[in-house]
């Protein structure tokens, strides 16, 4: 029934340690997004595909990338995390980027920095 | 200044009363306007949308945004130990990107 999946829920990965998060869509979504929400704010855009056309904000990170083979898949590579990386970080998707256009979210996938 | 101003809260009420809440915005662009809820460990789901002053109902829950002012409230009514969450606003320009406020946390007590 689920229909954006995040994996892992948790992380937890050391200083420095690559990680990569996965997110899976069963709506067959034009766009996908990765967030970042940390404890008590915002969630932060770092970037989004449509179809396979990246955009990526202009203050995400160059420690941020991102990967989208097909469709339904799209995954967060984290190349050298630090302890302010420790985050949540969101999945969503929609179906296209007019402004009816709802963005659905995942569960999130939590990551620890030690 | 943050495009989007939220009180974090916490917010703690009884069964039954009313929950208000609001949120402020600098960014006279902004056009669509949206509650999310989440609960958690989990994703923020849609729960109201709305894109025109006045108020907007649906169930227990109503939105009301005033664009002279530049504020957004969500009112819920009868509140229930299930309506628990944290509530985020969110709105749009003219484009895709929605700004979040950071989230109002409420707990209803039973």
């Known amino acids: 029934d689920a229909m954006v999946i995040q994996n892992p829920r948790y992380q937890v990965t050391q200083f420095g340690k690559p990680v990569t998060l996965s997110c899976s869509q069963t709506l067959n979504h034009n766009v996908m997004y990765w967030y970042q929400q940390k404890s008590s704010q915002a969630p932060k855009l770092l970037f989004h595909y449509y179809d396979k056309d990246f955009n990526n904000e202009a203050d995400t990170p160059d420690n941020f990338q991102s990967r989208r083979p097909n469709t339904s898949f799209c995954f967060l590579d984290i190349r050298s995390p630090g302890l302010g990386d420790a985050a949540m970080y969101l999945c969503?998707?929609?179906?296209?980027?007019?402004?009816?256009?709802?963005?659905?979210f995942g569960p999130g996938t939590r990551l620890t920095v030690l | 200044q943050k495009e989007v101003e939220q009180d974090p809260g916490p917010l703690s009420v009884p069964e039954g009363a009313i929950v208000s809440l609001n949120c402020t915005y600098s960014?006279?662009?902004?056009?669509?306007f949206m509650w999310y809820r989440q609960y958690s460990r989990k994703g923020p789901e849609l729960l109201m949308y709305t894109y025109s002053s006045g108020n907007k109902e649906d169930g227990r829950f109503t939105a009301q945004v005033d664009k002279s002012s530049k504020y957004i409230s969500l009112f819920i009514r009868d509140s229930q130990p299930s309506d628990s969450a944290t509530y985020l606003c969110?709105?749009?320009?003219?484009?895709?990107?929605?700004?979040f406020g950071a989230g109002t946390t409420v707990t209803v007590r039973a």
């Open positions: 960014n006279s662009a902004f056009q669509y």
């Open positions: 969503a998707t929609s179906r296209g980027q007019g402004t009816l256009d709802t963005q659905y």
């Open positions: 969110a709105m749009y320009s003219n484009d895709y990107k929605l700004s």
